[in-house]
């Protein structure tokens, strides 16, 4: 009896397992190497959210709120930021210049969308920190909202998740606004930055 048990279940496996092979065994199969370099070409060409971010390069200047404790009002102050595109128009590079928690505060940001995922990414390194903040989302059909969710560990344990719209009003207006929620709490708005062209 226990002969057949075990026959029965490593026939289930071989049911089971068999179609993840076959599809693997189909991905093993060498692409032609010129439709291959086509599909690269394609994948690395600047497209249209990449001509989006190109608009915003320039001068800004900034007027910031934190939300630091619930119920409270905000903490406001200004600040300055320089963009410009980098690899020949592939990614947007920010430079960031004012204050966090009535501290100087200094950040670079490193916008891009990837052709291959469809996805927007954002990498943000700044003076508050030694690791790289990483965000990834999704934007409105006119590709001018831009939502983007990523989390990070707590100095005292645990984890806070961010959900940040970026919304690019036009060639010279942008407003930036974050929302966290700690652990499992329900998230609140904790920043919001609005630029505007000099």
Aim: charged share 25%; hydrophobic share 35%; proline share 5%.
């Amino acid at each position: 009896m226990r002969f057949i048990s075990v026959a029965i279940t490593i026939v289930g496996i071989t049911l089971t397992v068999s179609p993840g092979f076959a599809k693997e065994k189909k991905h093993e199969k060498a692409m032609d190497p010129q439709a291959m370099m086509e599909l690269w070409k394609q994948a690395a060409t600047p497209s249209e959210p990449h001509k989006l971010f190109a608009t915003l390069v320039g001068s800004w200047t900034t007027q910031t709120k934190e939300w630091m404790e619930r119920g409270k009002p905000p903490t406001e102050s200004t600040g300055t930021a320089e963009m410009k595109m980098l690899l020949d128009g592939r990614f947007l590079y920010q430079e960031y210049n004012g204050q966090m928690m009535g501290q100087p505060f200094n950040g670079i940001g490193i916008d891009a969308y990837d052709n291959m995922t469809k996805k927007y990414v954002t990498a943000w390194m700044d003076t508050m920190g030694t690791g790289i903040f990483l965000m990834e989302g999704t934007a409105s059909p006119d590709g001018r909202t831009i939502t983007l969710r990523g989390s990070h560990p707590e100095p005292g344990g645990g984890k806070m998740t961010h959900r940040a719209v970026w919304k690019i009003v036009d060639d010279n207006n942008q407003v930036f606004e974050m929302y966290g929620a700690h652990g499992k709490e329900k998230e609140t708005k904790n920043l919001e930055i609005i630029y505007t062209r000099k």
